[in-house]
């Protein structure tokens, strides 16, 4: 398994990130679909021995539960400093004042939560869910900040958000002189390439590395078009992605299976390949409920797709309008 530096700095992370949001308990929060502590086990196991260094997670998973498996299982499997451990902060934990959002009295209190959950004195990137229009921006770089140096995480990062917010974050880092953003975790992948208009160009411009979220689209990438599973019937946010241009994301979905049957590898190779391949990003995220979902996933950054094979599977995108923020 390679190994990575996340953008310009100096964080190093696996080509493949492990997404921790399938383990959690099914009956705490808003995945019904999440596996529990003793069914996750292999899935961190298997990760583990196959190179996997990266794993990342939030707070919300499971309201607190998959930090708490993550934590868990990592401590059986690796050494803390031979791992990168990554969680968030943002969504509502609690009802109540400051029991959501990115203010100092929520990301204070959270960063405590959700270290004593994953049972370690720090997380190697602290990343904020969202944008927070609620709370001014240098309120929450200056608390992040404060979270770095008081050494409870070494790097920080962002996630799905308009490229504008973006900047207007690292920008107030620069004017307060406070610790910027290293990464962004965004949602990209073949039938959703919206990033590729700002957010990528930016994050080049300015050494971020990218982490994209869902580079298989909830699935939608891996099977026949209009296929569904036992988490489709549950992943209500899943539910809200992927809707708006049927005709062309179903002649994607239709490439992929050309190019992996041409290859004679699944599609989940292709369509993660194609994303590893993107200049902007550094790993994608991927969730693993089955065991050759990892297989699959490490197989795909090695899995180099000709300049043919990359242009069949990116000619049918048209525009899609913003989701999944």
Request: with cysteine; aromatic share 8%; proline share 5%.
């Amino acid at each position: 398994m390679r190994h990575i530096r996340l953008g310009n700095s100096g964080l190093e992370v696996s080509a493949v990130i492990l997404g921790c949001m399938s383990y959690g308990d099914p009956t705490r929060g808003a995945h019904a679909w999440s596996v529990g502590l003793d069914e996750s086990r292999p899935f961190f196991r298997q990760a583990i021995e196959a190179g996997i260094t990266t794993f990342d997670t939030a707070n919300v998973y499971s309201l607190g539960s998959s930090e708490e498996i993550t934590g868990t299982l990592l401590a059986e499997f690796a050494p803390r400093e031979d791992v990168v451990i990554a969680t968030k902060v943002h969504s509502t934990m609690r009802p109540g004042p400051n029991g959501r959002g990115l203010s100092r009295a929520a990301i204070m209190h959270e960063i405590d939560a959700s270290l004593r959950r994953l049972r370690t004195d720090y997380v190697d990137l602290y990343q904020i869910h969202r944008f927070d229009p609620q709370v001014p921006v240098e309120e929450t770089m200056e608390a992040l900040h404060d979270v770095v140096k008081a050494g409870k995480a070494r790097y920080l990062g962002a996630s799905s958000m308009y490229a504008w917010q973006f900047a207007s974050m690292q920008h107030a880092a620069d004017l307060g002189g406070w610790t910027r953003f290293v990464s962004m975790q965004d949602q990209y992948n073949l039938i959703y390439r919206e990033e590729e208009r700002e957010m990528h160009p930016y994050c080049l411009a300015t050494g971020v590395g990218v982490i994209p979220w869902s580079p298989l689209a909830r699935g939608t990438l891996t099977r026949p078009w209009g296929e569904t599973t036992g988490r489709t019937a549950t992943d209500l946010f899943g539910q809200t992605l992927y809707h708006q241009t049927e005709e062309s994301d179903r002649r994607i979905v239709d490439a992929v299976a050309t190019v992996a049957e041409a290859r004679g590898v699944p599609r989940a190779q292709v369509a993660l390949a194609w994303v590893a391949q993107q200049d902007a990003v550094t790993a994608p995220i991927v969730g693993a409920t089955k065991p050759h979902h990892i297989v699959d996933a490490v197989a795909a950054v090695e899995l180099e797709l000709s300049a043919e094979e990359l242009a069949l599977l990116a000619e049918h995108y048209v525009p899609h309008a913003a989701e999944g923020f």
